[in-house]
Structures are given as C-alpha cells and as structure tokens.
T-cell receptor, first 116, second 110 residues
Framework: EAEVAQSPRYKITEKSQAVAFWCDPI?????LYWYRQILGQGPELLVQ????????DSQLPKDRFSAERLKGVDSTLKIQPAELGDSAMYLC??????????????FGPGTRLTVL | TQLLEQSPQFLSIQEGENLTVYCNSS?????LQWYRQEPGEGPVLLVT?????EVKKLKRLTFQFGDARKDSSLHITAAQPGDTGLYLC??????????FGQGTRLTINP
C-alpha cells in the first residue's frame, strides 16, 4: 500500500540551529501539504504545493521557515534558526486534486521536533 | 478562533460502552473527514462525508454529516481498547484546503 514517507522521525536540536525535514508523497499525488501539530491540538497548515508551485503559504513564518518542492515530487521544509516554540510534530500529507468536490489527504508518520 | 469545535476534548470510558463525539462549526463545508491518530504517528483517514444528512458506517463506527453540512458526529458502539486514540475532524474549504478541529482524545479502558 502506497504511503507518504517522512524523515527523520525524530529530531532534537538546540535553539538557533538549522533543521530540515523531508517528505516523499504518494506517487502521482500532485498536491503536498506541510502541517505543524502542537501536542494536544489539531494540525495547522503551514504550506500547500500544487506540483512545484506554492498554492498557500499564508501561515508559514517566512522569516525562519522555508519550503520547496523543486521537481514537483518530494519536498523539504527548513527552519533556520530554530526557536523553542517550534517544538512540535511536523506532518506531511499528499492528495489528488482533479476538480473533485472533496479533499482527501493522506498523512505521513511525521517528524517530532524538540528544540532545547 | 477555532473554526471547528470538537467535543468532548477528552473521553475515558470502559470497554463495551457506547460513545459519541461531536464536531461543530458555524461554517458550511463541502465535505468533512474524520481521522484517527495514535501517539507519535500521523493521522489516518477513516471516512469522508460529502452530502448533507449522509451516514456512513465502518464496522462499529457510524459517521453522520449534518443536514446543513456544518456539523458531524462519530458514534462508536461497544468500544474496544483498540479504539483508543485522538479523533480529528477536518472540514474542506474549497476543494483543496482542510481545517482541523482540536481533536477528541479517547481512552478505552479494558
């Protein structure tokens, strides 16, 4: 069964350091999402890609966060410099948009980030 | 402001009992999804409801979409310890964006 892959699963870093997360979506899924989930809350969208283009990054803290999907397949989310408040689960999801009336997204296992 | 409100936020019951979790909003959604998330893992899609009043069943789980497509419920019959997890509802705004509720943390005690 096709799955969304993410790495690393866990990352511990010190504040002011740079971190990067990788995501490989389900093959054929043109839409890719990065979410941040703080413990005890629901996921919040950071950035959405359609192929290699950013569709929505309105909630991405652009002073320290960046995301890219250069070839429209896998994607990288970077934080530089990391702050204590960035500690969270970072989730990647992918989906297929073909003018459908609804949106089903399939999530990877996530990267648990701890900033010390 | 939370667009989707889930209740209760926490629920702990004994194995074999029935339960209902609610997801409410003042906004209309084109569809609504329910996910279950286990600790340290990503959410897993359980069901998508699209039509107002729609009812879907997945074994002991029954999902209902409100007539006005503003709310939804998840009912579990004869809960089992394996049902333990964080249940998330997510409403679709437009065809591509999902807005998540804060989740209901369910614990089923043997």
């Amino acid at each position: 069964e096709a799955e969304v892959a993410q790495s690393p699963r866990y990352k511990i870093t010190e504040k002011s350091q740079a971190v990067a997360f990788w995501c490989d979506p389900i093959s054929g899924h043109a839409t890719l999402y990065w979410y941040r989930q703080i413990l005890g809350q629901g996921p919040e969208l950071l950035v959405q890609f359609q192929d290699e283009s950013v569709v929505d990054d309105s909630q991405l803290p652009k002073d320290r966060f960046s995301a890219e999907r250069l070839k429209g397949v896998d994607s990288t989310l970077k934080i530089q410099p990391a702050e204590l408040g960035d500690s969270a689960m970072y989730l990647c999801a992918s989906g297929v948009f073909a003018g459908a009336a609804y949106n089903e997204q399939f999530f990877g296992p996530g990267t648990r980030l701890t900033v010390l | 402001t939370q667009l989707l409100e889930q209740s209760p936020q926490f629920l702990s019951i004994q194995e074999g009992e029935n339960l209902t979790v609610y997801c409410n909003s003042s906004s209309v959604f084109s569809s609504l999804q329910w996910y279950r998330q286990e600790p340290g893992e990503g959410p897993v899609l359980l069901v998508t409801v699209v039509t107002g009043g729609e009812v879907k069943k997945l074994k002991r789980l029954t999902f209902q979409f409100g007539d006005a497509r503003k709310d939804s419920s998840l009912h579990i019959t004869a809960a089992q310890p394996g049902d333990t997890g964080l249940y998330l509802c997510a409403g679709a705004q437009g065809a591509q964006k999902l807005v998540f509720g804060q989740g209901t943390r369910l614990t089923i005690n043997p």
